[in-house]
T-cell receptor, first 115, second 115 residues
Framework: QKEVEQDPGPLSVPEGAIVSLNCTYS??????FMWYRQYSRKGPELLMY????GNKEDGRFTAQVDKSSKYISLFIRDSQPSDSATYLC???????????????FGKGTKLSVKP | NAGVTQTPKFQVLKTGQSMTLQCAQD?????MYWYRQDPGMGLRLIYY???????DKGEVPNGYNVSRLNKREFSLRLESAAPSQTSVYFC??????????????FGDGTRLSIL
């Protein structure tokens, strides 16, 4: 079982739709959860950062973490064509310094928002 | 704000040639990373540097060497390039090291093709 699973898509939605992106993971030690957005031919850009369980909202974006189910989600409300990108989930455990503390990435979901 | 700067942006090499990928960050971060991103494989850690003068192997270090020249700069060297090293290479940095839970900040990548 891979440590982090993410559906690669592609996911195509009309402008204005609510988008739900998800990742599952197997390592119960993960405590830090991130979502990165990657535009074509660009580097990953940090979008959302959460610690442990719960929700975090930033504008049109909401990140949710359910540690009991080992499941994280990113919701995008009122999606725009400018949201078209690949979204990567990433997570790590609090094991300072060792390789077990590496940031582990999902493979990314490619999202296309059509005008 | 430059953030993480990578040079060159594109490079084509012949098998057996050598080259060095350069990375510099201006955020006064202590830790720096080199990743490669391949279709269907996601981001994989090549090497990590917790601080100036220290480096550690990541998930896929074979065929690569690194140098942490100073706090700002972290270079990746391919001594004898192979077609399997065709990839997009990303440099990243964070204020504290892996396992601290801090997010990493990425450059825009070097697209390397080896014929």
């Amino acid at each position: 079982q891979k440590e982090v699973e993410q559906d690669p898509g592609p996911l195509s939605v009309p402008e204005g739709a609510i988008v739900s992106l998800n990742c599952t993971y197997s390592n119960s030690a993960f405590q830090y959860f991130m979502w990165y957005r990657q535009y074509s031919r660009k580097g990953p850009e940090l979008l959302m950062y959460t610690y442990s369980s719960g929700n975090k909202e930033d504008g049109r974006f909401t990140a949710q973490v359910d540690k009991s189910s080992k499941y994280i989600s990113l919701f995008i409300r009122d999606s725009q064509p400018s949201d078209s990108a690949t979204y990567l989930c990433a997570m790590s455990a609090y094991i300072y310094g060792g390789s077990q503390g590496n940031l582990i990435f999902g493979k990314g979901t490619k999202l296309s928002v059509k005008p | 704000n430059a953030g993480v700067t990578q040079t060159p942006k594109f490079q084509v090499l012949k098998t057996g040639q050598s080259m060095t990928l350069q990375c510099a960050q201006d955020m006064n971060h202590n830790s720096m990373y080199w990743y490669r991103q391949d279709p269907g494989m996601g981001l994989r850690l090549i090497y990590y540097s917790a601080s100036e003068g220290t480096t550690d192997k990541g998930e896929v270090p074979n065929g690569y060497n690194v140098s942490r020249l100073n706090k700002r700069e972290f270079s990746l060297r391919l001594e004898s390039a192979a077609p399997s090293q065709t990839s997009v290479y990303f440099c990243a940095s964070s204020e504290r090291g892996r396992g601290s839970g801090q997010p990493q900040h990425f450059g825009d990548g070097t697209r390397l093709s080896i014929l």
